[in-house]
């Protein structure tokens, strides 16, 4: 036990003095010794990587202090009291409340799956998930700006995003089972613990923000790695050929925005790259699907929810924004929006 | 015992993120990958990192009833090593990194974005399009840009002055490069390449090298879209500008 401990501190210390020496001398012996103009697309892969992590980690970390918070100060009762009981209002709640919650993807699954663990039905906590990263302002805010000439498709993204939590939403109610949360029974020892030592909770508070981060980060490197690997390797020029066609040319952009992670106050600038090869119906594709679901959220729900639960859920919102985009490409072809 | 080590080496890590951003920060790179509207965000982290991280590395009374969750009690010592070794990827590569440009075949891959002329032009427009000679910055890249793409029949014989880097695609002539401009919203992720079509002799500019060039502009075509295409009169070689990213300001209310 003695000598356990002793390797435990040796190991932290060097791993101290590591980070020390690489944060001082990193950046001067490290270019001399791997020259990576060498390996271009490595380079580019690290370099969008790095972005990609430094960008989402602030909310990460919010997500995590948000979801701490719910789960020691926040009681069953108040949620039981504020969560309407119908279905359908409940629905229309979560959407109100996605307004409002100025957070996107990635700080707010921990946060829906804690709502869940305290009760929120599962299908308002879903609708949570599909709302919360479109429905805000900065995110009507790019689009506008992005597709000034064409309105139709600031109106369609945010028409098509709440059709879409009504249908998912109502499916998952029908449909759903209760336990779709990750590892609820080591929780129980927590809730525990937090009634019998109150003067504990802000170490606990602390203790709990710091393992939901790890946690759900872990799960967000390997997402944002493939996501990078994507993003450079991936040849644009091929993707304009198939374009045209409305149901390829939709799926095809759906799977662009799964692959890519843009962040959703980002994407749309980069959709309007795409706008010229691509018709309204698949644009839209890739603006309502890629802040659901993509790579790096796949992963960090991964961590939250159970395998059967995520599955469920890619498919579903998958068919929905498809069969949805379709209709809506339809329409706006005909001028009908 | 191991949920000691656990604390400590998480502190440890959170140590580490604060001290990547901070290194970064300072040095100036962290605008090369995250735009400066997110950069208030990061430093926010930077400071919560550092905060959690002392109070993870502080000695922890004994005997407190400490919280178990997640994967503290199913994971042996060495995949809990694992999932936390992932940690040390952006970690070292912030540490150790010095070039965060794309390299320009990558580039390649992702294509000068197409603008598409806009119906209403927010700005005044007839701003820089009625001068003889245009000069373009920064600030007014965008500007400039979008009303030549609404005045595509008028801007025949007009100088033009601009800089930026070299950019070549495989189905460009010897006579043809683009002088392009990098653009991000967010981060590095989104980034944009815009640009003009140059035709001359280009010959001898290096990919992915800065200049600013002077040249007459004209209507022509790159992937069968109407775009201004400069003809080039002078070339001369830049160092790279401290900003090499020029950045989307979206007006909310405009």
């Not at chain 1, 994407?267 to 659901?292: E, K």
């Not at chain 2, 509207?37 to 000695?59: E, N, W």
């Amino acid at each position: 036990m003695l000598l356990k401990r002793y390797t435990g501190n040796m190991l932290l210390l060097i791993l101290l003095f590591l980070l020390l020496t690489f944060f001082f001398l990193g950046d001067v012996f490290i270019p001399n010794a791997i020259d990576f103009s060498r390996y271009p697309q490595l380079h580019s892969v690290l370099v969008v990587f790095l972005g990609l992590f430094l960008e989402s980690i602030p909310f990460l970390f919010l997500g995590a202090i948000a979801s701490s918070f719910i789960q020691l100060y926040i009681s069953e009762e108040i949620i039981q009291r504020m969560i309407p009981k119908g279905p359908v209002t409940a629905i229309f709640a979560a959407i109100g409340a996605a307004l409002i919650i100025p957070v996107c993807e990635c700080a707010i699954i921990p946060v829906v799956r804690k709502l869940i663990q305290k009760g929120v039905p599962v299908h308002a906590g879903v609708v949570l998930l599909v709302t919360a990263p479109i429905l805000n302002v900065i995110v009507f805010g790019s689009t506008y700006y992005a597709f000034q000439n064409d309105p139709s498709i600031l109106y369609g993204r945010i028409i098509l995003c709440v059709l879409t939590a009504v249908i998912v939403g109502l499916f998952i109610y029908i449909f759903s089972r209760k336990d779709v949360v990750k590892e609820e029974k080591l929780e129980a020892v927590h809730e525990h613990h937090v009634h019998d030592f109150p003067p504990s909770k802000w170490t606990s508070f602390i203790e709990h923000t710091s393992q939901e981060f790890f946690m759900v980060g872990r799960y967000f490197i390997i997402g944002a790695l493939f996501a990078s690997i994507f993003q450079v390797l991936m040849d644009r020029a091929i993707l304009a050929e198939i374009g045209q066609a409305p149901i390829k040319g939709t799926a095809l952009m759906m799977g662009i925005a799964f692959v890519l992670s843009l962040c959703s106050s980002a994407d749309a600038f980069v959709a309007a790259s795409f706008s010229h090869s691509f018709l309204p119906g698949s644009i839209l594709g890739f603006l309502v699907f890629g802040p659901m679901l993509d790579l790096k959220n796949v992963l960090i729900m991964m961590a939250c929810f159970k395998r059967s639960f995520v599955f469920t859920y890619v498919l579903l919102v998958f068919a929905v924004v498809f069969s949805l985009c379709l209709i809506a490409g339809g329409l706006i072809s005909k001028g009908g929006l | 015992m191991k949920r000691f080590f656990i604390q400590k080496l998480e502190g440890l890590l959170l140590l580490g993120l604060g001290l990547m951003i901070f290194k970064l920060y300072v040095s100036g790179h962290l605008t090369k990958l995250i735009a400066p509207k997110m950069i208030p965000y990061a430093l926010t982290a930077l400071f919560a990192f550092f905060v959690i991280s002392l109070l993870r590395l502080k000695k922890q009374k004994q005997g407190r009833n400490h919280c178990d969750c997640h994967s503290i009690r199913e994971s042996s010592a060495s995949v809990l090593a694992l999932k936390y070794s992932l940690f040390f990827i952006p970690i070292f590569l912030g540490f150790i990194l010095t070039d965060f440009t794309l390299s320009g075949e990558v580039l390649a891959k992702r294509g000068m974005a197409q603008q598409q002329a806009q119906k209403q032009s927010s700005y005044d427009t007839g701003k820089h399009v009625n001068l003889e000679n245009i000069t373009v910055t920064d600030e007014n890249y965008f500007e400039v840009l979008d009303e030549l793409l609404n005045n595509l029949d008028t801007i025949k014989g007009k100088e033009i002055e601009l800089s930026g880097f070299v950019y070549r695609e495989d189905q460009f002539t010897k006579k043809q490069v683009a002088i392009s401009r990098l653009s991000m919203s967010c981060c590095v992720v989104d980034a944009t390449l815009y640009g003009y079509m140059l035709n001359g002799n280009v010959k001898g500019m290096k990919t992915n090298d800065w200049y600013t060039i002077t040249g007459t502009l004209k209507k022509g075509s790159y992937k069968g879209e109407a775009v201004p295409v400069i003809d080039l009169k002078d070339a001369k070689k830049i160092k790279p500008p401290k900003e090499t990213y020029l950045y989307e300001n979206v007006q909310i209310i405009q």
